[in-house]
């Protein structure tokens, strides 16, 4: 068991990453899962933070900017801050497939959030060809969302949770029409402004 500091070990991991990532023309971000370079959630929390109040691109005359795909941008953002170089490929699940990531960034007045096809808690392997090895279910996919409301469409939450664990966070469960939605109050959003919660608890590093 290492004991060397959380922060420590992130900024380890971060620097194999950029590397790795630089040595290869295909984007690390978009390769299978490997176990050494995984970050736990707190690593996560860690290098993520200085995404807090990260304003989304806009225009000459500050108006926001429908970037597309939706969300990408901050897909990137998140990549960057983990070490990767280049940015992950677009429509996948999870979105940093290395990482077993998938990032939902919302800046709606009234939040929903869509997990797709892929109920967060359920424990079925995906069936994929990047997914032979790991033998990620879906209930081990990792969730990072930003809720950026208006009027300022900065963030101002950020939870890291697994699938398994999305269901106690916000009290409520991913219901399913033909996709899977989460509704996320504006009680639970004003409770917890400017937090970033791992697990379900307030990250302080």
């Given at each position: 068991?290492?004991?060397?500091?959380?922060?420590?070990?992130?900024?380890?991991?971060?620097?194999?990453?950029?590397?790795?990532?630089?040595?290869?023309?295909?984007?690390?971000?978009?390769?299978?899962?490997?176990?050494?370079?995984?970050?736990?959630?707190?690593?996560?929390?860690?290098?993520?933070?200085?995404?807090?109040?990260?304003d989304?691109?806009?225009?000459?005359?500050?108006?926001?900017?429908?970037?597309?795909?939706?969300?990408?941008?901050?897909?990137?953002?998140?990549?960057?801050?983990?070490?990767?170089?280049?940015?992950?490929?677009?429509?996948?699940?999870?979105?940093?497939?290395?990482?077993?990531?998938e990032?939902?960034?919302?800046?709606g007045?009234?939040?929903?959030?869509?997990?797709?096809?892929?109920?967060?808690?359920?424990?079925?392997?995906?069936?994929?060809?990047?997914?032979?090895?790991?033998?990620?279910r879906?209930?081990?996919?990792?969730?990072?969302?930003?809720?950026?409301?208006p009027?300022s469409?900065?963030?101002t939450?950020?939870?890291?949770?697994?699938?398994?664990?999305i269901?106690?966070i916000?009290?409520?469960?991913?219901?399913?029409?033909?996709?899977?939605?989460?509704?996320i109050?504006?009680?639970?959003?004003?409770?917890?402004?400017?937090?970033i919660?791992?697990?379900?608890?307030?990250?302080?590093?």
């Amino acid at each position: 068991m290492s004991l060397m500091p959380a922060a420590d070990l992130a900024l380890a991991k971060k620097q194999r990453i950029h590397g790795l990532d630089l040595a290869d023309g295909d984007p690390l971000a978009n390769a299978p899962a490997d176990p050494s370079l995984l970050y736990s959630l707190q690593e996560l929390a860690t290098l993520l933070k200085p995404l807090m109040g990260i304003d989304a691109p806009r225009d000459g005359d500050n108006r926001i900017l429908e970037v597309r795909p939706k969300g990408h941008w901050f897909e990137f953002e998140v990549a960057k801050a983990l070490g990767y170089h280049y940015p992950p490929g677009a429509g996948l699940f999870p979105d940093l497939r290395n990482q077993l990531l998938e990032v939902k960034h919302h800046r709606g007045k009234s939040v929903t959030i869509d997990f797709g096809h892929h109920r967060p808690g359920a424990v079925k392997v995906l069936d994929a060809r990047w997914n032979e090895k790991a033998r990620a279910r879906v209930c081990d996919i990792r969730y990072l969302i930003a809720l950026a409301p208006p009027p300022s469409f900065r963030v101002t939450v950020m939870v890291l949770a697994t699938g398994a664990e999305i269901d106690s966070i916000f009290g409520v469960s991913p219901t399913q029409t033909i996709r899977y939605q989460l509704g996320i109050s504006k009680r639970w959003r004003e409770e917890h402004a400017g937090q970033i919660l791992a697990s379900g608890k307030p990250f302080a590093g």
